[in-house]
Nanobody, 114 residues
Framework: QVQLVESGGGSVQPGGSLRLSCAAS????????MGWYRQGPGKQRELVAS??????VYADSVKGRFTISRDNAENTVYLQMNSLKPEDTAVYYC?????????WGKGTLVTVSS
C-alpha cells in the first residue's frame, strides 16, 4: 500500500502562485509515475501533470504556467502553479502508479478568486 498526503492548497487571487506538495509513504519502491489531477465544480477529474523516468506531461491548459517536479530522496512530488486563473479552481489530487496499482490522495482545494 502507498499513502499520499497533499498539502499547499488555499485561496489566491488571479495571477498568483501556489505550490502543492504530495508526500508518499508505505510501499513506495514500486512507484514509477506520480502526478496531479484536478476536479473542478461540475467537471470530471482531469490530468494536470505527471512525471516519471521518461519525463513530464502537462495538460494544454496549464503548459507554461505549472511545473511538476519530484524529489525521489524525499518521496515527494510538487506542483508549482503560477499565473493562476479562476478556471484553475478545483480540488487537486495526487496520484501514484506502482506496477498495476493506482493510488490517490484525499485532495487539496485550490480556489482562485478576486
Amino acid at each position: 500500500q502507498v499513502q499520499l498526503v497533499e498539502s499547499g492548497g488555499g485561496s489566491v487571487q488571479p495571477g498568483g502562485s501556489l505550490r502543492l506538495s504530495c508526500a508518499a509513504s508505505g510501499s513506495i519502491f514500486g512507484i514509477r509515475t506520480m502526478g496531479w489531477y484536478r476536479q473542478g465544480p461540475g467537471k470530471q477529474r482531469e490530468l494536470v501533470a505527471s512525471i516519471d523516468g521518461g519525463g513530464t506531461v502537462y495538460a494544454d491548459s496549464v503548459k507554461g504556467r505549472f511545473t511538476i517536479s519530484r524529489d525521489n530522496a524525499e518521496n515527494t512530488v510538487y506542483l508549482q502553479m503560477n499565473s493562476l486563473k479562476p478556471e484553475d479552481t478545483a480540488v487537486y489530487y495526487c496520484n501514484a502508479r506502482a506496477f498495476t496499482m493506482i493510488y490517490w490522495g484525499k485532495g487539496t482545494l485550490v480556489t482562485v478568486s478576486s
